[in-house]
Structures are given as C-alpha cells and as structure tokens.
C-alpha cells in the first residue's frame, strides 16, 4: 500500500509529554497490523511558544508547501500565556493551519468511557456516546475588525462574525451526513436566535433547507444557553450536535467534562475532500498548570491517532486501539490511571500501558 505521511507536531506544555505516548500507540498498531505509516519528528519546535520567544514567529515561512507534502499532521497543543499572548501563539499556529488548509470539520466524540466515574449521577456506559461537530473555519472566529480612538474615551472594538452560505452548508452537510449513518439519525443545531438578531437567524435557515435533503434524519435546535444546561440535565438526548465555530468550541470542552475528563477527549480537523492534510490533536491545551509533571493523561493524544488511522482507513488497527484505551480505563487500576481520573498514574504508565495493549489484546 501506499505510504501514510504525518508531520508530528507536538508543540507546548503537556504537548511535548502527551505526543510521544501517542506515538509509541501509533507504532505498536501499526507493526501489529502492518500499515505503512512514516511518523515524521523532525518538527519538534515546530508551533512553540520557545520558537516565538526566539525567532520571533511560531512557523517558519514555509510551513505551508512543507506541510502540503504530508497526508496528515499529528498534532500536540500550543500556548504559554505566561510569556506570549494566546492570540498570537495559536493564530501563529493551529488556527493558521486550520484555516489554510481549509479543515472545515471539527469532528469531536463526546463518549463515556468504561472504569470512568461519571461526574453526572446514575450514568452508564452507552447514556452519553454523541458527535459535536463543530464548523472549524469562519463564523466567530474572524481577525476582521479592530480598535478604535486607541487610548481615549472613545476607544472601540468591533469584530465581525462571518457565516458564508458555503461555509455553513458545508458543515451541515457533513453533520447531517454523519448522522444519517447513525442508529438514532438524530441531528441537534446550536443557536441562538433570540439574541443574536442575524447570524444565528440565518445558521437556522440554512439548517432547515438542508433538512430537506434529509427527511429521514430527525432535527432539533436549542438556544446555546439551555443546551449546555441539556448538556448537564440528559446527555443522552444527543446524537450528533452541530454548532458554529464557537458554540461548537464550547461544547466540546463541556461535553468530555460530563463524560470524565477534557484529558480523554480527541479531535479531527478535517478537510473532507482530502485536498489538504488534516490534523489530529486532542481537545485539551497545554495545561500550564500541570506541564512538567509528567503526569498529562495521554488519552486524549491516543485517541487523536485513533481516529487519523480510521479517517484514513486503517479499521481494523483503529478498533484496536480503541479497545485498548477502553480496556485500559476499565482494568488499568489506580496506580495507572492518571490523577485527572482520580488516580495515581502518570503519563508514561499509561501511555505505555496502552501500549503493550495494543500489542496483546
Ligand atoms: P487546558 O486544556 O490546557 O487546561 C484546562 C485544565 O484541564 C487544566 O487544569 C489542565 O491541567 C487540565 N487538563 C488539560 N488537559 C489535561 C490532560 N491531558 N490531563 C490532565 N489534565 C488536563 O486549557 P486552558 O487552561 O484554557 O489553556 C491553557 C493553554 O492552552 C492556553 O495557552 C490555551 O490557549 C491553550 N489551548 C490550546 C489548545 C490547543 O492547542 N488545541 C486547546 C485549548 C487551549
Ligand atoms: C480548541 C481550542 C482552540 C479553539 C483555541 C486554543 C484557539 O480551544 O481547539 O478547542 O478555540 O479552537
Ligand atoms: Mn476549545
């Protein structure tokens, strides 16, 4: 077969102690199921606040063409606040790549795992299993704005929300798509209609033509506010979720946080036509707060390999792989499991641990 190419970028903070337990799940799959894959390390300070500090760039500039050349790119988290402001470390980054390379899909599973303690009472394994998907290039997400009367009492910001018909159309598609394939074929539109008098009015519209291409899925719509709060009050209404780019944003912090932890959550940055590489990193950030500790919960990394191998068709090794993280959180015991999850584990016990099961299992 052909040969599967990812740029590993692993970046800042728990990025650098997530990645290589990732990688280390990607080889035991791939030597177990004999996929060609070439995981390419050589971008180690790649989308690092050190690279800023000191070159005064968070990418060389010719990421771009060099990036191109990849058929994915395996990615950690970026920021240090403490030393660079997180507008200019992520859009010098992520959100670059993410917008260039036109990953129009933020594809994000909201799961509850099994050896899990729900933080929600009486859930089990199978009430909380749906898809935020998550428009991942325009809408609140726009540098186009500014400041004005810098300084005076008349001083102003404004910041345009964009919605493209083709952007919107084009996620919605891919939600409505997503969940026509599932049992339930059940699709939840984020909005907020009733306070933000165009934009949101016109995501609704747009939802409710392209139901009309689906009659069998079956849709609903919530205000932005009383859905986290459904998020909380019965996850298990939800099958697939789509929102904008920020709603969406919130919901997938917020949704692995009633399943555990935001440490097991992974996502993908997709373009679906395949015209660009798409990217693979877990949910969370850098986690200042415990960088450093060696003691990050790999999963969300994991998981983020997880899916690039089923995205670009390696099935079987991605069942694999999921089961191995299952059986992990199930049977790995407290001196495994990391301390997010209540344990005393660190991030290269579990890592490895998952590992090995991917070997074995
Ligand atoms: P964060 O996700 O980094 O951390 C939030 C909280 O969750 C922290 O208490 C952290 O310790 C905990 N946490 C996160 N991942 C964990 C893991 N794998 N295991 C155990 N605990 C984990 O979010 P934040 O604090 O808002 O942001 C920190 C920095 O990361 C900022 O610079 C932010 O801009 C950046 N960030 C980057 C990405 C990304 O690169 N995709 C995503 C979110 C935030
Ligand atoms: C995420 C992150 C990013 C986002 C930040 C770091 C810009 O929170 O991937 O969810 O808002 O998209
Ligand atoms: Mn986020």
Not at 86 to 93: E, N, R, T
Not at 223 to 233: E, M, P
Not at 301 to 306: K, L, N, R, S
Request: overall charge negative; aromatic content about 8%; charged content about 25%.
């Amino acid at each position: 077969g052909k040969t599967l190419r990812v740029a590993v970028i692993p970046g800042d903070g728990i990025g650098q102690e997530v990645m290589p337990e990732g990688i280390a799940c990607l080889k035991a799959a791939a030597k177990r199921y004999d996929i060609d894959i070439q995981l390419d390390e050589k971008f180690q300070d790649w989308a690092t606040c050190d690279r800023y500090v000191k070159e005064g760039s968070m990418l060389p500039e010719n990421w771009k063409e060099t990036l191109q050349q990849y058929d994915s790119i395996y990615f950690g988290a970026v920021g240090d606040p403490a030393r660079v402001p997180d507008h200019i470390s992520l859009w010098g980054s992520l959100i670059q790549f993410r917008r260039e390379f036109d990953q129009y899909i933020s594809l994000r599973p909201c799961r509850l795992m099994p050896g899990i303690k729900c933080p929600l009472a009486d859930k089990k394994v199978g009430d909380i299993d749906f898809w935020v998907v998550r428009e991942n290039t325009e809408g609140e997400y726009s540098s186009i704005g500014g400041k004005m009367f810098p300084g005076t009492d008349r001083e102003f910001v404004v910041q345009d929300t964009i919605m493209t018909r083709h952007g919107v159309d084009r996620v919605l598609k891919y939600a409505f798509d997503l969940a026509q394939k599932r049992p339930r074929k059940k699709l939840t539109s984020a909005t907020k209609s009733n306070g933000i008098s165009i934009s949101m009015p016109y995501w609704d519209e747009r939802v409710k033509e392209m139901h009309q291409q689906y009659p069998d899925v079956e849709v609903d719509k919530y205000h932005i506010d009383i859905l986290t709060a459904f998020f909380v009050l019965r996850p298990e209404a939800f099958d697939v979720v789509v929102g904008s780019n920020l709603f969406g944003d919130i919901l997938s912090d917020l949704g692995p946080a009633c399943t555990g932890s935001i440490g097991v959550a992974p996502s993908g940055n997709i373009n679906p036509e395949g015209r660009f590489p798409s990217l693979f990193e877990p949910v969370h950030g850098s986690a200042p707060d415990i960088a450093g500790k060696g003691i990050a919960n790999p999963i969300g990394a994991i998981w983020a390999g997880q899916m690039m191998l089923m995205h670009y068709g390696y099935k079987e090794a991605a069942d694999k792989m999921m089961e191995a993280i299952e059986v992990a959180l199930e049977k790995g015991g407290p001196n495994v499991i990391t301390p997010d999850l209540g344990g005393k584990g660190d991030c290269a016990g579990l890592g490895g641990h998952i590992a090995k099961l991917i070997e074995t299992l």
